[in-house]
């Protein structure tokens, strides 16, 4: 089975703070993906990565950053917290090639005050 | 851009009411729908991947279909146990919709 372990159920930071959220697949997935969940929002792409060193942007990237430098770890990294990014942070990871579905963590309750 | 749309947003059935969740979309050229359940303060679990139109998948209650603009999540005869968040996605730029909560009461 595919495992998706992401290090914190919940944190609590304060505005400014630089966070990150790490997250480890032990599949040799090529591709992995941070998301964001608010209730009537559904999930939202926040950046996501084919390979090693490769990111690209989703459909919220602004405040977020991310580092891929071994293939089984990406983190997510908020340069600067702000209280409108209190959210489920969910990560994923999947095989290259068309049509596979994704494999999720527990996710991150980030609590941002 | 891709869009996917889900209905109803709530659903609250009776233990043995048999219903249906909608998933809609437009892509161009799908490659693959998916299904997930997701259980509060957990991530999403995959349940189905569909990839052409006519095509069926089925896991205990739950029955998933696919036409060419939409998908449908039959639940027979649920239980409690089957209460969760239904989400479906599209492939490959895995957009999700908001989701179906679903409660049944025993």
């Known amino acids: 089975d595919v495992k998706v372990t992401q290090s914190s159920r919940y944190l609590v930071k304060r505005t400014g703070e630089k966070v990150f959220l790490e997250c480890v697949q032990d599949?040799?997935?090529?591709?992995m993906f941070w998301y964001r969940q608010d209730p009537g929002l559904g999930l939202r792409l926040i950046y996501f990565?084919?390979?090693?060193?490769?990111?690209e942007k989703g459909d919220i990237p602004e405040g977020y950053s991310v580092s891929r430098e071994k293939k089984e770890r990406f983190s997510l990294i908020l340069e600067s917290a702000s209280t409108n990014q209190t959210s489920m942070y969910l990560c994923?990871?999947?095989?290259?090639?068309?049509?596979?579905?994704?494999?999720f963590g527990n996710g991150t309750r980030l609590t941002v005050t | 851009e891709d869009q996917v749309t889900q209905s109803p947003e709530a659903l609250r059935l009776q233990e043995g009411e048999s219903s249906s969740l909608n998933c809609s979309y437009t892509?161009?050229?799908?490659?693959?729908l998916f299904w997930y359940r997701q259980d509060p303060g957990k991530g999403p679990e995959f349940l189905f991947t569909?990839?052409?139109a006519g095509e069926e998948k089925e896991k205990e209650r739950l029955k998933a279909t696919l036409t060419k603009k939409e998908s449908f999540l039959h639940i027979t005869a649920p239980k409690p146990e089957d209460s969760a968040t239904y989400l479906c996605?599209?492939?490959?730029?895995?957009?999700f919709g908001a989701g179906t909560r679903l409660t049944v009461k025993p």
């Open positions: 994923a990871s999947r095989s290259s090639g068309t049509g596979l579905p994704l494999h």
């Open positions: 599949m040799d997935h090529e591709n």
């Open positions: 990565s084919y390979d090693v060193k490769m990111k």
């Open positions: 892509v161009s050229g799908l490659r693959g």
């Open positions: 569909l990839y052409s």
């Open positions: 996605a599209v492939a490959d730029d895995m957009r």
